[in-house]
């Protein structure tokens, strides 16, 4: 993305049904893909709302901090608002874990607690996408993960993400 999301998230506040932009963007498209992904910004902003309005499911992405941790709450408040006002259909497939170092006490703590918090509510994928340089990288240089370390542990989580989703659907 790029700073210029930034323009057009307070350019959609004005518009009149802001909200479902995106979904009418995509609703031709749903019959060309078995999945479309939107990577959202970690706030809860007009172009986030949008996502989540023209989603069927949202994986919340959540890096093990204490702040990341506060505003898991609010954002599934959010979904909910979202599942009865503007999407019927939208459903929250999962937590993911994500630039984790499981190394530290933090991070270890937090997972122990979100998995406390859930259990049996929302699902907690498996997969952990760990914190690694390499992500970084990539994305400074452009280059898709997979092609840029295909073999880095973080590239090789989100290929098991992948298959844990995808299994769902099988």
């Not at 930034?6 to 009418?24: F, H, I, P």
């Not at 749903?30 to 499911?57: F, M, W």
């Not at 954002?75 to 929250?92: A, G």
């Amino acid at each position: 993305s790029s700073m210029m999301l930034s323009a057009v998230d307070s350019k959609l506040r004005m518009e009149m049904g802001s909200e479902k932009m995106l979904t009418g963007i995509l609703e031709p498209l749903r019959g060309l893909y078995d999945y479309i992904i939107v990577d959202t910004c970690p706030s809860l902003g007009t172009l986030t709302i949008n996502a989540l309005t023209a989603a069927d499911e949202v994986i919340i992405a959540v890096n093990p901090q204490l702040l990341a941790m506060m505003g898991l709450q609010d954002f599934i408040r959010t979904v909910k608002k979202v599942r009865s006002r503007l999407n019927d259909r939208l459903q929250i497939s999962g937590i993911l874990l994500t630039m984790c170092d499981a190394r530290t006490n933090l991070c270890k703590v937090i997972t122990e607690q979100l998995t406390e918090t859930f259990d049996g509510q929302i699902r907690i994928f498996k997969s952990i996408i760990p914190n690694t340089v390499k992500v970084g990288e990539s994305i400074y240089y452009s280059e898709p993960l997979l092609e840029y370390a295909p073999e880095n542990k973080a590239c090789k989580a989100y290929r098991n993400l992948a298959e844990e989703v995808a299994g769902d659907e099988s």
